[in-house]
Protein backbone atom coordinates (compact mmCIF):
# COMPACT_ATOMS: atom_id res chain seq x y z
CA UNK A 1 0.00 0.00 0.00
CA UNK A 2 1.60 3.25 -1.10
CA UNK A 3 0.04 7.07 -1.40
CA UNK A 4 1.48 8.54 -4.98
CA UNK A 5 0.96 12.26 -5.36
CA UNK A 6 -0.28 12.66 -9.18
CA UNK A 7 -1.44 14.97 -11.93
CA UNK A 8 -5.18 15.91 -11.16
CA UNK A 9 -6.96 15.86 -15.09
CA UNK A 10 -7.24 19.65 -15.96
CA UNK A 11 -10.94 19.73 -16.17
CA UNK A 12 -12.17 17.29 -13.31
CA UNK A 13 -14.28 19.60 -12.02
CA UNK A 14 -16.47 19.87 -15.06
CA UNK A 15 -16.26 16.07 -16.02
CA UNK A 16 -17.82 16.09 -12.21
CA UNK A 17 -20.46 18.62 -12.77
CA UNK A 18 -21.26 16.67 -15.84
CA UNK A 19 -21.80 13.88 -14.17
CA UNK A 20 -23.78 14.98 -11.15
CA UNK A 21 -21.47 14.90 -8.93
CA UNK A 22 -22.54 18.35 -7.40
CA UNK A 23 -20.57 17.64 -4.30
CA UNK A 24 -17.28 17.30 -5.84
CA UNK A 25 -16.17 20.76 -3.42
CA UNK A 26 -17.76 21.23 0.25
CA UNK A 27 -17.23 24.72 1.61
CA UNK A 28 -14.43 25.64 -0.83
CA UNK A 29 -12.41 22.91 -0.05
CA UNK A 30 -12.32 19.98 -2.50
CA UNK A 31 -14.62 16.53 -1.17
CA UNK A 32 -12.74 14.68 -4.40
CA UNK A 33 -8.89 14.99 -4.30
CA UNK A 34 -7.31 12.97 -7.03
CA UNK A 35 -4.06 14.73 -6.52
CA UNK A 36 -3.10 11.92 -4.88
CA UNK A 37 -4.06 7.76 -5.36
CA UNK A 38 -3.00 4.83 -3.20
CA UNK A 39 -1.63 1.85 -4.93
CA UNK A 40 -2.19 -1.72 -3.81
CA UNK A 41 -0.83 -5.09 -5.07
CA UNK A 42 -3.64 -7.31 -5.85
CA UNK A 43 -2.23 -9.78 -3.43
CA UNK A 44 -3.30 -6.86 -0.57
CA UNK A 45 -6.56 -6.39 -1.88
CA UNK A 46 -7.37 -10.30 -2.42
CA UNK A 47 -6.18 -11.58 1.00
CA UNK A 48 -6.09 -7.99 3.14
CA UNK A 49 -9.08 -6.60 2.05
CA UNK A 50 -11.76 -8.57 -0.15
CA UNK A 51 -11.76 -11.96 1.81
CA UNK A 52 -12.19 -10.52 5.44
CA UNK A 53 -14.63 -8.35 4.55
CA UNK A 54 -16.83 -11.32 2.80
CA UNK A 55 -15.72 -12.84 5.82
CA UNK A 56 -17.29 -10.19 8.44
CA UNK A 57 -20.36 -9.62 5.92
CA UNK A 58 -20.89 -13.47 7.07
CA UNK A 59 -20.36 -13.35 10.57
CA UNK A 60 -23.09 -9.53 10.28
CA UNK A 61 -25.42 -12.30 9.24
CA UNK A 62 -24.71 -14.55 12.36
CA UNK A 63 -24.78 -11.36 14.46
CA UNK A 64 -28.43 -10.47 12.92
CA UNK A 65 -30.13 -13.84 14.27
CA UNK A 66 -28.22 -13.22 17.71
CA UNK A 67 -29.58 -10.24 18.31
CA UNK A 68 -33.25 -10.63 17.07
CA UNK A 69 -33.09 -14.02 19.84
CA UNK A 70 -31.86 -11.37 22.41
CA UNK A 71 -33.69 -9.20 24.60
CA UNK A 72 -30.68 -8.10 26.98
CA UNK A 73 -28.76 -7.13 23.33
CA UNK A 74 -31.43 -5.55 22.19
CA UNK A 75 -32.09 -3.11 24.93
CA UNK A 76 -28.47 -2.82 25.10
CA UNK A 77 -28.17 -1.42 22.01
CA UNK A 78 -30.77 0.73 22.56
CA UNK A 79 -33.15 -0.41 19.86
CA UNK A 80 -37.06 1.13 20.69
CA UNK A 81 -39.38 -2.20 21.88
CA UNK A 82 -41.91 -1.31 19.49
CA UNK A 83 -39.56 -2.13 16.75
CA UNK A 84 -38.74 -5.54 17.89
CA UNK A 85 -41.59 -7.68 16.41
CA UNK A 86 -41.32 -4.94 13.08
CA UNK A 87 -37.45 -6.14 12.95
CA UNK A 88 -37.99 -10.05 13.57
CA UNK A 89 -40.86 -10.15 10.72
CA UNK A 90 -38.40 -8.15 7.91
CA UNK A 91 -35.90 -10.95 9.04
CA UNK A 92 -37.98 -13.96 8.77
CA UNK A 93 -39.60 -13.29 5.53
CA UNK A 94 -35.90 -12.84 4.47
CA UNK A 95 -36.42 -9.08 3.52
CA UNK A 96 -33.02 -8.34 1.25
CA UNK A 97 -30.42 -5.92 2.05
CA UNK A 98 -28.63 -3.19 -0.89
CA UNK A 99 -25.51 -2.38 0.57
CA UNK A 100 -23.48 -1.31 3.51
CA UNK A 101 -19.93 -0.40 3.92
CA UNK A 102 -17.11 -1.68 6.46
CA UNK A 103 -14.57 0.98 7.46
CA UNK A 104 -11.27 -0.42 7.87
CA UNK A 105 -8.09 0.41 9.27
CA UNK A 106 -5.20 -1.15 7.00
CA UNK A 107 -1.29 0.34 6.31
CA UNK A 108 -0.33 -2.77 3.86
CA UNK A 109 0.77 -4.84 6.40
CA UNK A 110 -1.13 -7.29 9.10
CA UNK A 111 -4.93 -7.84 8.94
CA UNK A 112 -7.32 -5.01 8.70
CA UNK A 113 -9.15 -4.00 11.46
CA UNK A 114 -13.03 -3.16 11.70
CA UNK A 115 -13.57 0.41 13.08
CA UNK A 116 -17.16 0.08 12.11
CA UNK A 117 -20.16 -0.84 9.34
CA UNK A 118 -21.87 1.89 8.20
CA UNK A 119 -24.91 -0.48 7.44
CA UNK A 120 -27.90 1.52 6.62
CA UNK A 121 -27.07 4.82 5.36
CA UNK A 122 -23.75 4.52 3.97
CA UNK A 123 -22.51 7.60 1.11
CA UNK A 124 -19.41 8.05 -0.44
CA UNK A 125 -21.02 5.85 -3.21
CA UNK A 126 -21.27 7.33 -5.97
CA UNK A 127 -17.64 8.37 -5.87
CA UNK A 128 -16.61 5.21 -5.22
CA UNK A 129 -18.63 3.18 -7.51
CA UNK A 130 -18.59 5.35 -10.42
CA UNK A 131 -16.79 8.64 -10.35
CA UNK A 132 -13.35 6.80 -9.58
CA UNK A 133 -13.84 4.07 -11.79
CA UNK A 134 -13.96 7.01 -14.80
CA UNK A 135 -11.06 8.67 -13.04
CA UNK A 136 -8.90 5.19 -14.14
CA UNK A 137 -9.98 4.73 -17.31
CA UNK A 138 -9.18 8.59 -18.04
CA UNK A 139 -5.60 8.18 -15.99
CA UNK A 140 -4.57 5.42 -17.80
CA UNK A 141 -5.28 7.05 -20.64
CA UNK A 142 -3.13 10.17 -20.29
CA UNK A 143 -0.56 8.07 -18.24
CA UNK A 144 -1.55 9.89 -15.17
CA UNK A 145 -0.73 6.09 -13.68
CA UNK A 146 0.08 3.06 -15.39
CA UNK A 147 -1.80 1.51 -18.38
CA UNK A 148 -2.16 -1.70 -16.82
CA UNK A 149 -3.55 -0.39 -13.39
CA UNK A 150 -6.82 -1.50 -12.08
CA UNK A 151 -9.25 -0.74 -9.65
CA UNK A 152 -10.81 -2.97 -6.87
CA UNK A 153 -14.39 -1.70 -8.13
CA UNK A 154 -17.98 -3.64 -9.28
CA UNK A 155 -19.95 -1.86 -6.90
CA UNK A 156 -21.89 -0.81 -9.88
CA UNK A 157 -22.70 -3.84 -11.36
CA UNK A 158 -23.33 -5.64 -8.28
CA UNK A 159 -25.84 -2.72 -7.38
CA UNK A 160 -27.65 -3.15 -10.74
CA UNK A 161 -27.38 -7.15 -10.37
CA UNK A 162 -28.64 -6.89 -6.78
CA UNK A 163 -31.66 -4.21 -7.39
CA UNK A 164 -32.68 -6.54 -10.63
CA UNK A 165 -33.00 -9.26 -7.88
CA UNK A 166 -35.32 -7.31 -5.39
CA UNK A 167 -38.46 -8.82 -7.41
CA UNK A 168 -40.55 -5.55 -8.16
CA UNK A 169 -42.21 -7.02 -11.03
CA UNK A 170 -44.70 -4.32 -11.97
CA UNK A 171 -43.96 -2.45 -8.80
CA UNK A 172 -42.55 0.86 -8.93
CA UNK A 173 -39.33 1.69 -6.19
CA UNK A 174 -39.58 5.12 -4.63
CA UNK A 175 -36.41 6.68 -3.69
CA UNK A 176 -36.39 9.25 -0.99
CA UNK A 177 -34.03 11.73 0.97
CA UNK A 178 -34.18 14.19 2.74
CA UNK A 179 -34.29 18.15 1.45
CA UNK A 180 -31.23 20.10 1.15
CA UNK A 181 -28.54 18.05 1.51
CA UNK A 182 -26.59 17.57 -1.87
CA UNK A 183 -24.68 13.98 -1.22
CA UNK A 184 -27.69 12.89 -0.41
CA UNK A 185 -29.24 13.56 -2.83
CA UNK A 186 -26.52 12.25 -5.61
CA UNK A 187 -26.09 9.20 -3.90
CA UNK A 188 -30.20 8.57 -4.05
CA UNK A 189 -30.06 9.94 -7.56
CA UNK A 190 -27.42 7.35 -8.80
CA UNK A 191 -29.18 4.26 -6.98
CA UNK A 192 -31.92 5.35 -8.57
CA UNK A 193 -29.96 5.27 -11.72
CA UNK A 194 -28.94 1.71 -11.16
CA UNK A 195 -32.55 0.45 -10.44
CA UNK A 196 -33.70 1.82 -13.84
CA UNK A 197 -30.79 -0.21 -15.79
CA UNK A 198 -32.19 -3.31 -13.45
CA UNK A 199 -35.65 -2.70 -15.27
CA UNK A 200 -37.14 -1.32 -12.59
CA UNK A 201 -39.50 1.12 -12.49
CA UNK A 202 -38.45 4.33 -10.02
CA UNK A 203 -39.39 7.21 -9.08
CA UNK A 204 -38.51 10.28 -5.96
CA UNK A 205 -39.93 11.68 -3.20
CA UNK A 206 -38.19 13.73 -0.75
CA UNK A 207 -39.10 12.26 3.15
CA UNK A 208 -40.65 15.48 4.49
CA UNK A 209 -43.55 15.13 1.61
CA UNK A 210 -44.18 11.33 2.32
CA UNK A 211 -47.86 11.22 3.12
CA UNK A 212 -50.16 8.29 4.57
CA UNK A 213 -53.39 7.79 3.52
CA UNK A 214 -56.05 6.33 6.04
CA UNK A 215 -55.16 2.66 5.69
CA UNK A 216 -51.72 3.18 6.89
CA UNK A 217 -50.15 3.74 3.76
CA UNK A 218 -47.48 5.69 1.91
CA UNK A 219 -48.05 8.02 -0.60
CA UNK A 220 -46.46 10.44 -2.67
CA UNK A 221 -47.66 14.04 -2.97
CA UNK A 222 -50.30 13.15 -5.94
CA UNK A 223 -51.78 10.46 -3.51
CA UNK A 224 -50.52 7.50 -5.28
CA UNK A 225 -49.61 4.69 -3.07
CA UNK A 226 -45.82 3.96 -2.32
CA UNK A 227 -45.40 -0.05 -2.06
CA UNK A 228 -41.61 -0.09 -2.30
CA UNK A 229 -39.87 2.71 -0.72
CA UNK A 230 -35.76 3.01 -0.65
CA UNK A 231 -35.25 5.51 2.13
CA UNK A 232 -31.65 7.39 2.44
CA UNK A 233 -32.78 8.09 5.90
CA UNK A 234 -31.28 6.37 9.02
CA UNK A 235 -33.82 3.75 10.49
CA UNK A 236 -32.93 5.11 14.28
CA UNK A 237 -34.19 8.41 13.27
CA UNK A 238 -37.19 6.70 11.25
CA UNK A 239 -38.41 4.93 14.41
CA UNK A 240 -38.93 7.79 16.81
CA UNK A 241 -40.71 10.24 14.11
CA UNK A 242 -44.83 10.55 14.69
CA UNK A 243 -45.55 8.07 11.58
CA UNK A 244 -43.55 5.23 12.59
CA UNK A 245 -46.72 4.00 13.63
CA UNK A 246 -47.60 3.42 10.33
CA UNK A 247 -44.48 2.23 9.37
CA UNK A 248 -44.79 -0.43 12.09
CA UNK A 249 -47.90 -1.55 9.56
CA UNK A 250 -45.50 -3.43 7.69
CA UNK A 251 -48.14 -1.88 4.61
CA UNK A 252 -44.80 -1.00 2.72
CA UNK A 253 -41.39 -2.95 1.85
CA UNK A 254 -38.27 -0.71 2.63
CA UNK A 255 -34.84 -1.08 1.82
CA UNK A 256 -32.67 -1.24 3.59
CA UNK A 257 -34.95 -3.76 5.97
CA UNK A 258 -35.84 -3.37 9.46
CA UNK A 259 -33.76 -5.70 10.24
CA UNK A 260 -30.55 -3.66 9.48
CA UNK A 261 -31.37 -1.81 12.91
CA UNK A 262 -28.78 -4.67 14.29
CA UNK A 263 -26.58 -3.96 11.76
CA UNK A 264 -26.09 -0.16 11.91
CA UNK A 265 -25.79 0.45 15.59
CA UNK A 266 -21.90 0.43 17.13
CA UNK A 267 -23.43 -1.99 19.61
CA UNK A 268 -22.60 -4.56 17.33
CA UNK A 269 -18.61 -4.13 17.50
CA UNK A 270 -19.72 -5.27 20.93
CA UNK A 271 -21.58 -8.44 19.96
CA UNK A 272 -19.29 -9.29 17.27
CA UNK A 273 -16.57 -9.49 19.62
CA UNK A 274 -18.38 -11.92 22.28
CA UNK A 275 -19.12 -14.20 19.17
CA UNK A 276 -15.78 -14.00 17.61
CA UNK A 277 -13.79 -13.20 20.37
CA UNK A 278 -9.86 -12.89 18.36
CA UNK A 279 -11.02 -12.26 14.91
CA UNK A 280 -8.18 -11.03 13.59
CA UNK A 281 -10.61 -8.45 11.40
CA UNK A 282 -12.08 -7.57 14.61
CA UNK A 283 -10.94 -5.63 17.66
CA UNK A 284 -12.26 -5.97 21.12
CA UNK A 285 -14.93 -3.85 21.76
CA UNK A 286 -17.78 -3.63 24.65
CA UNK A 287 -20.54 -1.91 25.54
CA UNK A 288 -19.48 1.05 28.00
CA UNK A 289 -21.43 0.28 31.03
CA UNK A 290 -20.37 -3.80 30.72
CA UNK A 291 -17.68 -4.25 33.37
CA UNK A 292 -15.48 -6.36 30.76
CA UNK A 293 -14.74 -2.62 29.49
CA UNK A 294 -12.79 -2.07 32.52
CA UNK A 295 -10.02 -3.82 31.65
CA UNK A 296 -9.54 -2.50 28.15
CA UNK A 297 -9.97 1.30 29.01
CA UNK A 298 -7.76 0.43 31.86
CA UNK A 299 -4.97 0.13 29.48
CA UNK A 300 -5.86 3.82 28.49
CA UNK A 301 -5.74 3.65 25.07
CA UNK A 302 -8.95 3.05 23.13
CA UNK A 303 -12.07 4.58 21.23
CA UNK A 304 -15.09 5.74 22.78
CA UNK A 305 -18.33 5.49 20.24
CA UNK A 306 -21.52 6.57 20.48
CA UNK A 307 -23.81 3.64 19.98
CA UNK A 308 -25.79 5.63 17.67
CA UNK A 309 -22.83 7.81 15.86
CA UNK A 310 -22.28 8.78 12.92
CA UNK A 311 -19.46 10.23 10.29
CA UNK A 312 -17.40 10.45 13.19
CA UNK A 313 -19.26 12.50 15.48
CA UNK A 314 -18.51 12.23 19.33
CA UNK A 315 -16.14 10.00 18.67
CA UNK A 316 -13.41 10.18 20.97
CA UNK A 317 -9.55 8.54 20.48
CA UNK A 318 -7.99 7.98 24.58
CA UNK A 319 -4.56 7.20 25.46
CA UNK A 320 -3.43 8.14 21.66
CA UNK A 321 -0.93 9.70 20.38
CA UNK A 322 -2.80 12.70 20.07
CA UNK A 323 -5.89 11.93 21.84
CA UNK A 324 -8.48 13.41 20.16
CA UNK A 325 -12.07 14.23 20.11
CA UNK A 326 -14.65 15.13 17.52
CA UNK A 327 -18.43 17.11 18.88
CA UNK A 328 -21.51 16.25 17.68
CA UNK A 329 -24.70 15.66 18.49
CA UNK A 330 -24.40 12.04 19.48
CA UNK A 331 -23.96 10.21 22.72
CA UNK A 332 -27.13 9.81 24.66
CA UNK A 333 -28.07 6.48 24.08
CA UNK A 334 -25.02 5.17 25.16
CA UNK A 335 -21.15 4.08 24.01
CA UNK A 336 -19.39 1.26 23.09
CA UNK A 337 -15.26 0.85 23.86
CA UNK A 338 -12.86 0.01 21.21
CA UNK A 339 -9.41 -1.32 21.65
CA UNK A 340 -7.86 2.02 19.70
CA UNK A 341 -6.18 1.11 16.60
CA UNK A 342 -5.19 4.84 15.13
CA UNK A 343 -5.13 5.35 11.10
CA UNK A 344 -1.79 4.92 9.88
CA UNK A 345 -0.17 8.31 8.70
CA UNK A 346 0.76 8.72 4.84
CA UNK A 347 2.84 12.05 4.77
CA UNK A 348 0.45 13.68 7.51
CA UNK A 349 -2.59 11.94 5.64
CA UNK A 350 -5.09 9.54 7.90
CA UNK A 351 -6.76 7.43 5.31
CA UNK A 352 -9.29 5.25 6.31
CA UNK A 353 -10.74 1.66 4.19
CA UNK A 354 -14.42 2.02 3.00
CA UNK A 355 -14.69 -1.76 2.19
CA UNK A 356 -18.46 -1.48 0.03
CA UNK A 357 -20.61 -5.24 0.70
CA UNK A 358 -23.72 -5.31 -2.15
CA UNK A 359 -25.78 -8.22 -1.48
CA UNK A 360 -23.83 -9.43 0.98
CA UNK A 361 -20.83 -9.76 -1.26
CA UNK A 362 -17.49 -7.64 -1.22
CA UNK A 363 -17.15 -6.18 -4.42
CA UNK A 364 -15.00 -2.31 -3.85
CA UNK A 365 -12.79 -0.33 -2.26
CA UNK A 366 -13.14 3.51 -1.73
CA UNK A 367 -10.67 6.01 0.81
CA UNK A 368 -11.17 8.80 2.49
CA UNK A 369 -8.75 10.76 4.38
CA UNK A 370 -7.93 13.03 6.34
CA UNK A 371 -4.81 15.49 8.18
CA UNK A 372 -6.79 14.61 11.54
CA UNK A 373 -6.66 11.00 13.14
CA UNK A 374 -11.19 10.82 13.02
CA UNK A 375 -12.93 10.59 9.58
CA UNK A 376 -15.53 13.28 9.09
CA UNK A 377 -18.73 14.07 6.54
CA UNK A 378 -15.63 16.75 5.10
CA UNK A 379 -12.99 14.32 4.77
CA UNK A 380 -11.60 13.81 1.32
CA UNK A 381 -12.29 11.16 -1.01
CA UNK A 382 -8.98 9.98 -2.81
CA UNK A 383 -8.95 7.36 -5.75
CA UNK A 384 -7.40 4.08 -5.44
CA UNK A 385 -5.79 1.57 -8.10
CA UNK A 386 -4.17 -2.14 -7.82
CA UNK A 387 -0.89 -2.43 -9.78
CA UNK A 388 2.35 -4.65 -8.98
Not at 190 to 211: H, P
Not at 260 to 274: C, E, F, H, I, R
Request: proline share 5%; aromatic share 12%; with cysteine.
Amino acid sequence: MRRHSVTERPEWRRKAEEAGFAFHTIDGAKYWDESACYAFTLEEIERDIEEPSQELSNMCYDAVREILNSDELLTRMRIPQKAWDYMAASWQRGDKDLYGRFDLRYDGTGPAKLLEFNADTPTSLFEASYFQWSWLEEARDSGIVPNDADQFNSIQDKLIDALAGMNMGKRRLTFACVKGHAEDRGTVEYLEDCARQAGVDTGFIYMEDIGVDATSRFTTLEDEVITDLFKLYPWEWLIEEEFAQHMLQDMCRVIEPAWKMTLSNKGLLAVMWKMFEGHPNLLPAFFEDDPAAAELTAGGAYARKPIFGREGANVELIGAAHPTRADGPYGAEGYIVQALSQLPAFEGNYPVLGSWIVAGQACGLGLREDTKPITSNTSRFVPHIIHG
